[in-house]
Nanobody, 124 residues
Framework: QVQLVESGGGLVQAGDSLRLSCAAS????????VGWFRQSPGKEREFVAA????????NYEDSVKGRFTISRDNVKNMAFLQMNSLKPEDTAVYYC?????????????????WGQGTQVTVSS
């Protein structure tokens, strides 16, 4: 059982930056793909970004390309989502998830363990 805890959310203005963190409870974290998803009220949880075990393969949802950067620190069992040039439409609860199977996935069903989420609110 992998426990994930997100942090770093908050209320910011459009154009500002935030860095989300995801802390994992297990050393096997380095063996898993990590994904970030987000969910706005009334909407489905959607894929944001994913990073492979070694960090050499990364995938982003189109609307965040060039603004968000996913990274990981396998020594510290942590993952990060640097979010720059934030827009009001980025407002959502952001979730960290891990995938125990090989390869990346953009599907919610491809991930086995989830954190509790952290709220990001971007005002215009």
């Amino acid at each position: 059982q992998v426990q994930l805890v997100e942090s770093g959310g908050g209320l910011v203005q459009a154009g500002d930056s935030l860095r989300l963190s995801c802390a994992a409870s297990e050393r096997t974290f380095s063996s898993y793909t990590v994904g970030w998803f987000r969910q706005s009220p009334g909407k489905e949880r959607e894929f944001v970004a994913a990073i492979s075990r070694s960090g050499n393969i990364i995938n982003y949802e189109d609307s965040v390309k060039g603004r968000f950067t996913i990274s990981r620190d396998n020594v510290k069992n942590m993952a990060f989502l640097q979010m720059n040039s934030l827009k009001p439409e980025d407002t959502a609860v952001y979730y960290c998830a891990v995938r125990t199977l090989l390869g990346l996935s953009v599907s919610r069903s491809g991930y086995n363990y989830w954190g509790q989420g952290t709220q990001v609110t971007v005002s215009s």
